[in-house]
């Protein structure tokens, strides 16, 4: 069964705009998630976790149980997100999604 | 303190053949985890090792094995290679294996069956 859906495949923005890239997850209790970037020529790297509650780069997640929703959010993008970011759900071992790249235009 | 790395970097290999890759933790990490990143997709829970103990594993067949060493060092080995194994293969080290330790990826090692 697909634990994490992240439904788009890319997402263009130009710089100064807001961001949303949108994560939905299947899983009944409570879940642990994350955000996970890629930045090109870099290894895969953790951006910010839901149990840390905390803004990283100026990049924020709420998780919404009723939705069972997980979107990461940065009200002005800058050139420097332009990366791959991966959604990802931990329940005895963790579940990637597809992953949405993101580009910002200058 | 070092990083996560992975060897090689590239593999050819040809159907039905086996294949090891190796990865080497970050210091003092008890836990590694392989990942298969097939183009386009996220990584996909291989296997997880703790303690040189397998500690939980994915829906991947047996002919998926791994081991991991007292020195921080893992394989990742497959038997009887198929064309769909080809993929980037992912290993991260945490801590240990509670969601609250960040793992740490290595670079990758490219997997091709032909």
């Known amino acids: 069964a697909q634990r994490v859906t992240q439904p788009e495949k890319l997402l263009s923005v130009f710089k100064g705009a807001p961001v949303e890239l949108k994560c939905n997850y299947s899983y009944s209790g409570s879940p642990e998630l994350f955000w996970y970037v890629q930045y090109s020529r870099q290894r895969l790297q953790l951006l910010l976790r839901h149990i840390s509650r905390e803004s990283i780069k100026g990049f924020t997640a709420d998780l919404n149980k009723g939705e069972t929703s997980f979107h990461l959010k940065k009200p002005f993008a800058q050139e420097e997100d332009s990366a791959m970011y991966y959604c990802?759900?931990?329940?005895?071992?963790?579940?990637f999604g597809s992953g949405t790249k993101l580009n910002v235009k200058p | 303190e070092t990083g996560v790395t992975q060897s090689p970097t590239h593999l050819i290999k040809t159907r039905g053949q086996q294949v090891t890759l190796r990865c080497s933790s970050q210091?003092?990490?008890?836990?590694v985890s392989w990942y298969q990143q097939a183009l386009g997709q996220g990584p996909q829970f291989i296997f997880q090792?703790?303690?040189?103990?397998?500690?939980g594993r994915g829906n991947f067949p047996p002919r998926f094995s791994g081991l991991q060493f007292p020195n921080y060092s893992s394989e990742l080995n497959v038997n009887a290679l198929e064309l769909d194994d080809s993929a980037l293969y992912l290993c991260?080290?945490?801590?240990?294996?509670?969601?609250?330790?960040?793992?740490?990826f290595g670079p990758g090692t490219r997997l091709t069956v032909l």
């Open positions: 990802a759900l931990h329940f005895n071992k963790f579940y």
């Open positions: 991260a080290s945490s801590f240990d294996p509670t969601e609250y330790n960040e793992q740490f």
């Open positions: 210091s003092g990490h008890n836990t």
């Open positions: 090792y703790y303690r040189e103990e397998e500690n």
